[in-house]
């Protein structure tokens, strides 16, 4: 399977979840970064990235041909030249099995998304490839993003998988400042409450307690991540 990852607008968590939600559970995955601004997924624990510009499309198709499972991180700032290098190539799209879209529910967000789908559709993507994903989701999607439901149901130009989206959380934010993987954080199960009431230095048992706090606010994203992931691949 490979996977592309878009949107017109920045900053709505498209390298997050690509390292977080994808990344993990694509293995054998190789990622490449279409940027030039946007935040680094090395930053977000991924051991090794293939990065280029949008207009090297050529290089990056010669490097697709030779991989069968690959996430395609897109930047903002490049989407445009991606697009238009990417119709030059007869069958490029077409190499590319899944474009995932998220969205989250600020209104230019939303309608930037929109916008990503109908470029898409334009250059022949089928609806069934092109998947909105709710991101930075409080409580229920359909009732925070109502309008990009709607024009599913109108256009029936993409595709939102029931069950496939992601609540907000900071521990985004702090596996980003710490340059940490959601294993490399919860992977072991170390018991840091036990860990911070035995320990008599007091610097590092604010440590200890800091990391309990953090693991224990990460299991259940990790869950959302995983059932998000099997709505989307089901």
């Known amino acids: 399977m490979k996977r592309a990852i878009l949107n017109y607008s920045g900053s709505i968590g498209k390298t997050t979840i690509a390292a977080h939600l994808l990344y993990p559970r ?11 601004i946007n935040q680094s997924a090395l930053d977000l624990g991924i051991a090794e990235v293939k990065t280029m510009r949008g207009r090297e499309v050529g290089d990056l198709i010669e490097e697709l041909v030779l991989e069968d499972v690959a996430i395609i991180d897109i930047g903002a700032s490049n989407i445009e030249s991606f697009f238009e290098a990417g119709s030059r190539y ?12 998220p969205v989250t529910p600020e209104q230019k967000a939303w309608q930037e998304s929109l916008k990503t789908v109908e470029a898409l559709a334009t250059m022949g993507v089928s609806a069934d490839r092109i998947i909105l994903l709710p991101n930075r989701i409080q409580d229920n999607p359909e009732a925070e993003i109502p309008s990009i439901y709607n024009y599913v149901k109108k256009t029936k130009k993409a595709t939102i998988k029931p069950g496939a989206f992601l609540f907000d959380s900071d521990v985004y934010g702090y596996l980003a400042a710490n340059k940490m993987s959601f294993d490399q954080l919860i992977g072991d199960d170390t018991d840091y409450k036990a860990l911070a009431r035995a320990e008599a230095d007091e610097a590092q048992r604010s440590k200890y307690v800091s990391l309990y706090r953090w693991t224990s606010y990460a299991k259940p994203i990790r869950q959302n991540l995983d059932e998000c992931y099997a709505a989307l691949t089901a």
């Open 90 to 101: 007869h069958g490029f799209i077409d190499e590319i099995e899944q474009f995932i879209v």
């Open 26 to 36: 694509m293995p054998s995955s190789v990622f490449f970064a279409i940027e030039s």
